[in-house]
């Protein structure tokens, strides 16, 4: 059941200048607090195996998602997005389109603005919406308001017109969902997106809820590009690596 908001919060228009002035320190942040370690080279490898996957260089969107809550989605597409942007000539953009309980902001260490609620309600031009911060080719669209109802903005028309001005503002569009077994707003914008990233944390998420999730994004129309493990405590090849289903 979608999360009701009946009091929702107003918040500020950003200030273009205030992002690049927080450093990005989250230590689940790997790839840009640890570039050295294991974790970091396995989201290098995550970013290299969806690049092959796009060999003439156009421009993608990409949704990811979970089964469940608590698999470490919100951190993977941030981890992977600073391994992205590491690329020469490649422009990231994280979008928070978990709309019920979005932390794209929080691990950014960034207060709260206005965000994509107010660009797809037509209050608040995408430009000034989006903001860059101090990971180097990596910029953030907030979620803003949190909306009664999430699924008639993430599916409306105004999403996909959204979406594809992102596409050509930027190399990558990775767009943050809430899990998609509790709530439908994955499968929607997987619908529009170029490719779906299911996100698995090793040893917690039940086989078959992630073959449910896999399927039932399929069948509504999602190219699932494969998956990202988390939760590895010990060194495994297969963290962070997507392989074509």
Do not use: W
């Amino acid at each position: 059941m979608a999360e009701l908001n009946p009091n929702p919060r107003t918040f500020e228009a950003a200030d273009p200048d205030e992002s690049r002035r927080v450093p990005l320190t989250r230590e689940e942040i790997a790839v840009a607090t640890s570039p050295r370690s294991q974790v970091a080279e396995q989201f290098r490898a995550l970013r290299n195996s969806i690049h092959a996957l796009n060999p003439d260089g156009a421009s993608h969107t990409l949704v990811v998602t979970s089964a469940l809550r608590g698999e470490g989605k919100t951190v993977a597409t941030i981890n992977l997005a600073v391994a992205m942007a590491e690329m020469p000539g490649t422009q990231v953009l994280v979008v928070d389109a978990d709309l019920h309980q979005p932390a794209v902001e929080d691990y950014f260490g960034l207060p709260r603005r206005q965000g994509l609620t107010e660009v797809l309600r037509g209050k608040l031009p995408i430009d000034l919406a989006v903001r860059q911060t101090s990971s180097t080719g990596v910029s953030i669209l907030g979620p803003g308001e949190l909306p009664s109802n999430s699924s008639e903005l993430l599916g409306s028309d105004r999403m996909r017109s959204v979406m594809n001005r992102l596409r050509q503002n930027y190399s990558y569009v990775l767009i943050d969902t809430p899990a998609a077994m509790s709530i439908s707003d994955a499968s929607l914008l997987g619908a529009m997106a170029d490719g779906i990233l299911l996100v698995v944390r090793l040893g917690e998420t039940p086989r078959h809820f992630v073959e449910m999730t896999h399927n039932s994004l399929e069948a509504l129309g999602g190219n699932v590009l494969g998956t990202c493990l988390t939760g590895a405590h010990e060194v495994d090849a297969r963290q962070g690596y997507a392989k074509k289903s």
